[in-house]
């Protein structure tokens, strides 16, 4: 049989190129390579690993640890420290995933490529990318790298946690601290409204003149009815939350006065944090995983991206139906992914998923809320299952908010451990 | 009273139990979910009860009163509501076959 020499050729070049990707297909695995270490990715790496030992995984990260954002809001009431946010790699790494402590810089989707920012280049079978969020500089004027440290957002947990906590420490007792919280969607949904509450708690013990203001573009919120009744029982006169249709969005800020302009007015704080408006994390841009809104859109099953096939996007940058951007569903997410890819690899159809979110919050030290959900896959999108979960009941009796509260702890005890080893 | 419920997912189940850490790939769909709370591993001064290695029968007893309200909960009943009696079957079975 005559093969033409310019084919042999490209065949022999190709088949140089594809050689590992065959060598371990072969030996029944693959490469998988994860970008970001957060709830979903260090979760991913770790399951893909214990699920799967001949899988090659890489971790793509380049921070040493990583500052949770879950129960940040109890450091700024210092309820604990930052250093009880911080969790290590050793754990992912001890699951045999290697880690490559350095920044993805670009992604060929085509060539299933990942270009590092040390210099080197990797190549997968599938891709996970779990870039979190990006603060989107561009949304509210006045507010940009420069003015987050005269007004903390506070929206990634670590140095601006310790930041706002400072400024938060350093106010006279009687000053207004001002909060702005983003349309949907962002990060966490109730977590401005928990920020909110625990900043007052600690202002009530400590500065118990001073006063919070929380200036919304929203006219609802996560969990609203639960925490507007216990700020009326636990912090009487103290929060006051300025809704979308009151004039609540802010349009500007001016991180040299501390102002923040809404429709409506002026606000002059003595404290300020900008909750902004956000994005999936620039990587996600650039491997074109993000569409107009700045999100990226997948597939209910195994969160494969629509716009580029072979890339799984996980946690808060992904558009995952009703599902909320929260540290439980970044880490459900990625369980069911990776038992996806390792189907997908094997050649076996992912079967459809159920995921469970619950997002428990702290009104008090003592004074925990929560709201779950059950959902699945139905036509393209991941929907609440009918009838399932739901928030805390408005009315209770005994120790129901301490239970909840305990739950909370022992949750995050739990979410760390299942994350990060 | 519980070991007598023999349920017919706990007849015809057999589950290999596989990597350790909850994360076996016959896990059954909502099962990884349930490890958020549930770890796999042992977390100090958790008041979250394990549930890996706790009886099938035990399980699917604790879901069905949640589901129905007949035992009281905080999250519990909300995520059972989104369960079916089948969905229940499997998971609990699956976390019966895991190292307790």
Same mark, same amino acid.
């Given at each position: ?228 009744? +216990?700020? &009326? !029982? ?7 939350? @300025?809704? $979308?249709?009151? #004039?609540? =969005?802010? *349009?500007?800020v001016d991180p040299a006065t501390l102002t923040l302009t809404t429709e409506f007015g002026r ?44 890339i799984h996007v996980l946690g808060d940058a992904a558009i995952m139906g009703g599902m909320p951007?929260?540290?439980?569903? +970044?880490? &459900? !997410? ?7 890819? @390792?189907? $997908?690899?094997? #050649?076996? =159809?992912? *079967? ?70 | ?100």
């Amino acid at each position: 049989m005559a093969i033409p020499r310019r084919t042999l050729l490209k065949t022999a070049a190709a088949a140089s190129l594809a050689a590992p990707s065959i060598a371990s297909a072969q030996a029944g695995a693959g490469r998988v390579v994860v970008i970001g270490g957060g709830f979903a990715g260090a979760t991913a790496a770790r399951t893909l690993q214990t699920l799967e030992p001949k899988l090659a995984v890489t971790l793509v990260e380049p921070n040493r640890v990583y500052t949770s954002c879950p129960f940040s809001n109890g450091v700024l009431a210092a309820l604990w420290e930052i250093s009880q946010q911080r969790f290590g790699y050793d754990g992912v790494v001890k699951t045999g995933v290697t880690l490559a402590q350095t920044a993805a810089t670009a992604i060929d989707a085509a060539a299933k490529t990942v270009t590092l920012a040390d210099g080197n280049k990797l190549s997968y079978d599938r891709l996970v990318m779990s870039p979190g969020i990006d603060i989107d500089w561009t949304a509210l004027p006045g507010y940009d790298e420069a003015a987050a440290q005269k007004m903390p957002h506070a929206w990634k947990a670590g140095d601006q946690t310790v930041l706002l906590r400072q400024q938060l420490q350093n106010m006279e007792d009687g000053g207004l601290v001002v909060m702005s919280s983003p349309a949907n969607p962002f990060r966490c949904p109730p977590g401005p409204y928990e920020r909110a509450s625990l900043i007052t708690y600690w202002l009530k013990i400590w500065k118990p003149k001073s006063k919070l203001l929380i200036l919304d573009a929203k006219d609802t919120f996560s969990k609203q009815r639960l925490f507007q009744n +216990a700020w &009326a !029982q636990l912090y009487p006169g103290m929060i006051e939350w @300025v809704p $979308l249709s009151k #004039g609540g =969005k802010v *349009v500007s800020v001016d991180p040299a006065t501390l102002t923040l302009t809404t429709e409506f007015g002026r606000h002059k704080a003595a404290v300020a944090n900008v909750i902004p408006p956000q994005k999936a994390g620039a990587i996600a841009q650039q491997a074109g995983v993000a569409d107009r809104s700045g999100w990226c859109p997948v597939e209910p099953v195994a969160f494969e991206s629509t716009l580029r096939p072979g890339i799984h996007v996980l946690g808060d940058a992904a558009i995952m139906g009703g599902m909320p951007k929260s540290a439980f569903a +970044a880490n &459900a !997410q990625a369980k069911v992914c990776a038992a996806a890819i @390792v189907d $997908l690899l094997a #050649g076996r =159809k992912p *079967v459809d998923p159920i995921l469970i979110n619950t997002c428990f919050s702290l009104v008090a030290a003592d004074y925990g809320i929560s709201i779950a959900g059950v959902y699945r896959p139905d036509k393209g999108q991941l929907v609440e299952v009918p009838g399932s979960g739901g928030a805390s009941p408005l009315d209770v009796v005994g120790g129901y908010r301490g239970q909840e509260a305990l739950y909370a702890s022992s949750w995050f005890k739990t979410i760390t451990a299942e994350t990060f080893g | 009273m519980m070991r007598r419920l023999l349920l017919p997912a706990l007849a015809s189940g057999l589950w290999l139990a596989g990597a350790a850490g909850g994360q076996a790939a016959d896990a059954p769909p909502g099962a990884s979910s349930c490890t958020g709370c549930h770890a796999a591993q042992r977390i100090p001064d958790s008041v979250i009860p394990r549930i890996a290695g706790r009886k099938a029968g035990d399980i699917v007893q604790f879901m069905r009163e949640y589901r129905s309200g007949a035992w009281p909960s905080s999250v519990m009943g909300r995520i059972a509501k989104g369960f079916d009696d089948q969905q229940i079957d499997a998971i609990a079975t699956w976390f019966a076959a895991q190292p307790e």
